[in-house]
């Protein structure tokens, strides 16, 4: 398995020299690597993947003692990322995500469900998944999220999928998790950001309908956008026509976007997402 | 070539069993026949196309005493359409109609151009088109309107083709040629409506931009959507690169709302758009 | 729920009229309606779904009279199908119709899964699915066949789904089930047939792979095309990465196609498929 | 503008710092890189893109001392390349080429149409491009192909476009100006190879039909394919709808592939491309 570096930092000449410089020193067998400079921020970000041992943390010293300063620098040792995945009624997303946990499509382990109805528990069953109910019934949002934070301190998970999470989350929440979360909205943002959205995409009379994964941040709906996938409909689609056709797009993006974050592929940077695929 | 019959009007039983029972009494030969019901609004529209020689007339008042009242029947004799093309700087959509126009790719004569500015002045001649420069300059917007309809007047056009025609139109212009007026939006609509559409894209981050054909109603970018579009894009695109990545889209999205237009095969209804394709 | 009416005919002047007559007459509630008529061989086909309590008996005997001879008129009541899977070790279609079944996202009945490798049995136990291991080990395809055709004798079923099945039938096999089968092929057919199309594709160095979902016929990979998607690949992609990209697809159009022949909106003729979505 | 560096060469540890570290040497602004392993054949792809003054020559000299033997490197100036176009009757890739040519939306000069009809003539004359007509009646293959060379000896072009031209190619021919010709077959290849690919996709029932620009090479719509694209069809396509379908199609994919390679991006390794977006 490869062992990932991803560095970001101000753009200055001869990184990628460099770089690939002290990766060539000690003899690792580079196997990919990508290179974006944004100019509008000129900022430099680069993603190395290499199979071989060497001595991570010289490594590791050596590109932030190079590195213009404030460089982040990620080397990421191969293991499997834990995740926790939260929930509401809907199932095709979970169910997605389930299957490919058990066969392995992706590499992750899903280490608990988290739920604010029952309804899912009996597909976590079925998976031998664990899958925790925590309503939020008469409870204040900070109350409810502060049950949410109590599984996942006990899980410390890598990444937390809201796979069609019906609730809005509070900004404070959104931070204390900041690029940890990663959501599926059922529209192609930021076309009919907030509720119902094929109730919206009806109403509005739009002829292809999307979905997008992307990371979660204070702002409802605004986070940095990882993927996005449409279908086309048409006049005899109801709202509840749109909404089904749109179920397999949603959890096959969320299951893209997964993957991509699941392999370190993802960068984020200001509100948007660098991806080397 | 055939005549097409455009009917829409309160849904009741037995309406396809009598109009079609109409148009077998007259031996025609029916080619193609659509329907729809629009549940919410209780609203039946249909759409047969026909060859062979028949009452036009007749058949006309036989629909109108049979169907509900208020009932909208159209019979639209086999000729080629005339339309007004308003443009600005971009030469792409103008260029795609003009090729379309002179082999006839699309069955439509384009009459004239007008330009707010002169810069497709040569593009027209060497198509051999009418292009007549209306400047705005020093003018308020409704005296520029008034020079438009001017020409407008002239030519009699059965549509006008916005393609990219870069100036906002007032509702009292757009109320009068309701029905007429197909402009082509680059943007997925309703993402990014307004000004610089690309460059608000680009700062969103999305993955996916498009393009909307669309009637112009009095509501900017609000009308009733004919077809959309969509092309991928990611972190390496400036805005830039997006607008001319877009423009690809834009101009085969207007090219087939045109063409279905021309075929008579678009109803409009409330604020969207029934599709017989 | 709704009854379906499929009609093929000869065509000829007045069928639609006098069609929708017959069902005017017995005061249902007509609620979608799709005619074509096939240029090439003068064939008529229409699709009528309509609500409401009538004499199905007499329905047909009306339209068996009045319509041309030889006509096929199907009146089908709404009933649950009933579907046996036939597998061999791939888990990602047969994962995704086990999910549809359960949350009846799909309006069927999975009766029993048969595989000929045992891979899939405890995916079958999760969704409580019977499984039938009928090894082809050591066995003719005449003989293995046999096998298949005693459970499906037991199952009856109104489909057979070749969920990434990966034996060829025989002829004859097809023959008797004609109709009744659906297979999932992993490529844009007529592109690649035969054995390890993605190994073929990736030869060959095309830039977008497919699925095809069809019926099978005694010719292999020529049966009827129900329906086809596609997914962009690149030179970075190993034929392993294609067929891994090819998944996603494969299993969303074989549910695609499931879905518009369980709500009998298909219909073969000669070597092609019309849909009525 | 930019210079471009394409680097083809047996793949070894460090390649990339060394190459990289020849260019920090000479002080440029390297503003893109883009390096490919192709693992089958053990072959290292790069090209690197930059501003600023320096000694071309200089740097080809060290690039080949340091690369492995047999490496290839292209220093490219920053120059309009020089195409042209062979043409039969269509013209919908012609006029989508002469537009973006008047308008600079693909860097390149047309040099001259040569057509083995005068049906595009006009066109031509309307864009101040030279046309050539060179009819094959009553020509041997070889002896046509002889008068086509002429003028290709003449204009010496950068790149041949088949921008529709619907003659085949000799191998002597093909050969001759290997990895200058680029063409659009209008079909998805390898689907539908040869004569009449719309005829052929109507008569298996497709429902996607798409089209490939390639290379040509001396084996029949058997070069390395640049790019692909899809349009959906249905039953109600006749096979000369199709064609109309694909025809828009043809135009953006050809566009596309010959932008690719005006700016450098395309390596042709073995029979496919490496694309470097």
Redesign the interface.
């Known amino acids: 398995m490869e062992t990932i570096i991803k560095i970001a930092c101000r753009d200055e ?2 990184l ?2 460099k770089i ?2 002290i ?2 020193e000690q ?1 690792v ?3 990919q ?1 990508n ?5 509008d921020s000129d900022r430099f970000f680069m993603r190395i993947s290499f199979t071989g041992t060497c001595d991570v943390e010289k490594i590791q010293r050596q590109l932030l003692d190079m590195l213009p300063a404030q460089a982040e620098v990620d080397i990421i040792s191969p293991k499997q990322k834990r995740v926790l995945i939260l929930v509401t009624k809907e ?2 997303c979970l ?2 995500l389930l ?1 490919k946990y058990q ?1 392995q ?1 992706l590499n992750f382990k899903v280490e608990a469900v988290l739920g604010n109805h029952e309804d899912l528990a009996p597909l976590c069953a ?2 031998q998944v664990p899958f925790h109910f925590i309503s939020a019934e008469g409870l204040s949002r900070d109350r409810h999220e502060e049950l949410l934070d109590e599984q996942i301190a006990t899980y410390q998970p890598d990444l937390i999928v809201l796979a069609k999470y019906m609730r809005i989350l509070t900004p404070q929440f959104s931070l204390k998790h900041r690029g940890k979360l990663i959501n599926i909205h059922h529209s ?5 950001i907030g509720a119902r959205p094929y109730q919206q995409a009806y109403n ?5 309908i ?1 979905a997008t994964a992307h990371f979660v941040t204070d702002d409802l709906d605004e986070g ?7 279908v086309p409909v ?3 689609y ?1 709202a509840k026509d749109m909404s ?1 056709a749109g ?2 797009v949603e959890k ?1 993006v969320l ?1 893209k976007a997964l993957r991509l974050v699941l392999e370190d592929r993802v960068f984020i940077h200001q ?5 080397f ?1």
């Open positions: 000449k001869g990628v020299h690939t410089g990766l060539f003899m067998n580079v196997t690597t290179e974006f400079v944004d100019e199932h095709h169910g997605e299957i066969y499509d079925q998976f192609f943002l930021p076309a009919f509005r009379g739009v002829k292809i999307g940095p956008i990882i993927c996005q996938e449409v048409n006049h005899t109801s089904k179920k397999d096959i299951a509100n948007k997402t660098i991806l695929e």
